[in-house]
């Protein structure tokens, strides 16, 4: 099975800040890859696929890099609506989430 | 407008079972994959059970092979997860999810359903 770790676990940001989450897969995954942000009570929403492509209506904050092994969540200008919680999540081979990412207020 | 609405979901004692629904609206049901994820009180999310457009192929995790069975009815536009031999570690909220193809990510979720197993 391939296992997705991400950090930091949890972040302490202040709105207007550039965040970088990464996500990184016990064995290669090419570019399948997505990112989704999850809110208390609320079902997780897709930001990004196969890495680095934006979801339609997803702000243009929010991008995805990497390929392979090592792959980055990057909110260029953070937003009060930002703060949530963040989760990757391989296709490569079946299907695996990373552990996710708490983005709260600094 | 693509819409997922679970129900289902309750209070069961370990060993028991359930059976949990979601009716999809706003797309062509029958051209989908459908799936199953569930996230345990706190914790991240996990892949269940995958079931190709016309039932005949079906992909579970491990942990719930034997136990539990993913299902559709795609004249009524909807898919099932009946679920056996419930054991406490099942506790989750339950959401029914749209993959873009057998493996790959997902665009749609429903808002979920709790299945919570204890004595």
């Known amino acids: 099975d391939i296992q997705m770790t991400q950090s930091p676990s949890t972040l302490s940001a202040s709105v207007g800040d550039r965040v970088t989450i990464t996500c990184r897969a016990s064995?290669?995954?090419?570019?399948?890859l997505a990112w989704y942000q999850q809110k208390p009570g609320k079902a997780p929403k897709l930001l990004i696929y196969?890495?680095?492509s934006l979801e339609s209506g997803v702000p243009s904050r929010f991008s995805g890099s990497g390929s392979g092994t090592e792959f980055t969540l990057t909110i260029s200008s953070l937003q009060p609506d930002d703060f949530a919680t963040y989760y990757c999540?391989?296709?490569?081979?079946?299907?695996?989430f990373g552990q996710g990412t708490k983005v709260e207020i600094k | 407008e693509v819409q997922l609405v679970e129900s289902g979901g309750g209070l069961v004692q370990p060993g028991g079972s359930l059976r949990l629904s979601c009716a999809a609206s706003?797309?062509?049901?029958?051209?989908?994959?459908m799936s199953w994820v569930r996230q345990a009180p706190g914790k991240g999310l996990e892949w269940v059970a995958n079931?190709?457009?016309?039932?005949?192929?079906?992909y579970y995790v491990a942990s719930v092979k034997g136990r539990f069975t993913i299902s559709r009815d795609n004249a009524k536009n909807s898919l099932f997860l009946q679920m056996n031999s419930l054991r406490g570690e099942d506790t989750a909220v339950y959401y029914c999810?749209?993959?873009?193809?057998?493996?790959?990510?997902?665009?749609?979720w429903g808002q979920g359903t709790l299945v919570t197993v204890s004595s």
């Open positions: 999810a749209r993959p873009l193809g057998d493996g790959s990510y997902f665009d749609y």
């Open positions: 706003g797309f062509t049901f029958s051209s989908y994959w």
């Open positions: 079931i190709k457009q016309d039932g005949s192929e079906k």
């Open positions: 064995q290669s995954i090419n570019i399948w």
């Open positions: 196969k890495a680095s």
């Open positions: 999540q391989q296709y490569n081979s079946y299907r695996t």
